[in-house]
């Protein structure tokens, strides 16, 4: 199975994450997201797209501008997996909204959404990545959680091997009706 991680990151926050990720998963790929274009994400079997973000919920920059890339690629039967990095002391109304709205725009694309996260340990106020009481995705806090950051991913990718397994694809699009 060919995996691939696509991140934006303005600090080098997001970057290091995915590549403590990339370590877990094994054998993948990782590319900064201002350097691809929509052909890039169909030539993998599981897409995670990871970003931060930014102000007062709006979507990193590089993913501003590559949005699109995304939208038209084809991602039919792929699996899908998202990772949001965000301050949930500083920007609790707004924790890793980016998240929310890249799964938004792409939604409706056919994808098998693998690696939701639950909500407990976190504390914020609202989040757009937090849907039916769950995250949409693996959301890691450096800022105030540092310390949990490198469990979580271990945990995390332990559960992405499993949702890949074809007996899970049942449980998975159970989970995505939901949403």
Known sequence: MKMGIFYGSQTGNCEDLCSQVKKELGESEIHNISDVSSDNFEEYDLI???????GSGDLQDDWEMQLDEVKNANLDQKFVAFIGVGDQEGYGDTFCDAVGIIYDAIQGKGFNHIGLWPSEGYEFDNSEAFRN???????????????LSEDRIKSWVKQLHQEMNPLSKTQINEARAEL
């Open 133 to 147: 009481g769950q995250f949409l995705g693996l959301i890691l806090d450096v800022e105030n959680q540092d310390d």
């Open 48 to 54: 995670i797209l990871a970003t931060s973000t930014w």
